[in-house]
């Protein structure tokens, strides 16, 4: 365990840059043909804190009734409004910066942020993520939701190395700070 613990965003996307369609699917993902889990279990053991928005939570709440996916986790998810904690997570609506270089500070693994692009935006505006991972999928879905959301920041990014899963390619980015 280490202090120096960083903000990672682990992700996927189309090749045009969306994370879901317009009614927030992802079966786009599942009918592109990887190999063995994609990474994802390799890069979960590097984490003990997951980070997400209501919009995602709720999305993985109605995707997995009765089995939250990241039960053996500290989970945070960040919300407008005040919502009472759960056996699973802990909901948070201060202020982020603050928040999260407290868990920053922490002794832990990294902390993964897994969605949304709303929350991302945030994180990105706030200078608070460290590295990226984004796997790409050969799909163009023309429109829906966006990995990036429009807003008033600018990364300089570093290429730390790029794996190949069948038809998908995994990005690996330091963020420049």
Do not use: H
């Amino acid at each position: 365990m280490s202090k120096n613990r960083n903000v990672v965003l682990f992700i996927a996307s189309s090749l045009d840059g969306y994370i879901a369609t317009e009614d927030e699917s992802l079966e786009w993902l599942f009918n592109v043909e990887g190999e063995g889990d994609n990474g994802i279990s390799e890069f979960y053991d590097t984490v003990d804190t997951i980070l997400m928005g209501k919009r995602t939570y709720d999305w993985i709440i109605k995707e997995n009734p009765g089995e939250f996916p990241y039960k053996n986790k500290e989970c945070y998810v960040f919300s407008r409004s005040i919502i009472e904690n759960t056996e699973d997570v802990k909901f948070v609506n201060g202020n982020i910066n603050r928040f999260v270089n407290k868990l920053k500070s922490q002794e832990g693994k990294n902390i993964w942020i897994v969605g949304g692009g709303e929350l991302l935006l945030s994180f990105i505006e706030e200078m608070l993520v460290d590295e990226m991972i984004i796997t790409v999928a050969p799909t163009i879905l023309g429109k829906g939701i966006p990995l990036f959301r429009e807003g008033n920041q600018q990364l300089n990014l570093s290429l730390k190395g790029m794996r190949r899963f069948n038809q998908f390619a995994e990005l690996r980015y330091k963020v420049i700070k």
